[in-house]
């Protein structure tokens, strides 16, 4: 994904103005209730993806979460913590996390927004974009898991199994 916009800071101090700005030019459908939630939509390779974005004013702090579009049925719930471990290990930034009310996976990260002008426009893409590099290159292992009947190791095995040329 190749985000286009100028890496201009925000001059307010809600970054969710910034979000707004990036996901209305790529016109993807997204939701904005209240001056601390933006929900939006993002097409996917393999399933379409549901952010979540919450500004906390008094933290100074904004929250991504990147939701799939699957849920995990209770009796795979150890297998998927398990692999949530072995994920994690291989993580840079943010982590995988279950959203225990709904047995959802998610991408979550966090960034300080306070001391400055506030996050860039740029800031915000890369947010965004390693969100959903992130979901689209783990998505595998867990319909290897969750579908597919397959262990934690077998699952994040079979995900991560880089291919070499082209066929």
Request: charged share 20%; glycine share 8%; net charge negative.
């Amino acid at each position: 994904m190749t985000m286009v916009m100028s890496d201009q800071a925000a001059d307010g101090a809600n970054p969710l103005d910034v979000v707004e700005e990036i996901v209305s030019a790529h016109q993807w459908p997204f939701e904005r209730n209240c001056d601390e939630e933006l929900s939006v939509s993002v097409a996917g390779s393999w399933c379409d993806y549901h952010l979540g974005f919450s500004f906390s004013p008094g933290q100074g702090g904004l929250q991504l979460a990147c939701a799939y579009d699957m849920r995990v049925p209770e009796k795979r719930l150890p297998d998927v913590h398990a692999l949530l471990a072995m994920v994690n290990e291989r993580m840079w930034l943010g982590h995988f996390d279950l959203w225990s009310e709904d047995g959802v996976p998610m991408y979550r990260h966090a960034v300080l927004t306070r001391g400055g002008d506030g996050p860039s426009v740029i800031q915000m893409e890369h947010l965004i974009e390693v969100a959903i590099t992130e979901c689209e290159r783990f998505y595998p292992a867990f319909q290897f898991l969750i579908w597919g009947g397959k262990s934690p190791g077998e699952a994040i095995a079979a995900a991560m199994l880089e291919t070499v040329g082209e066929a």
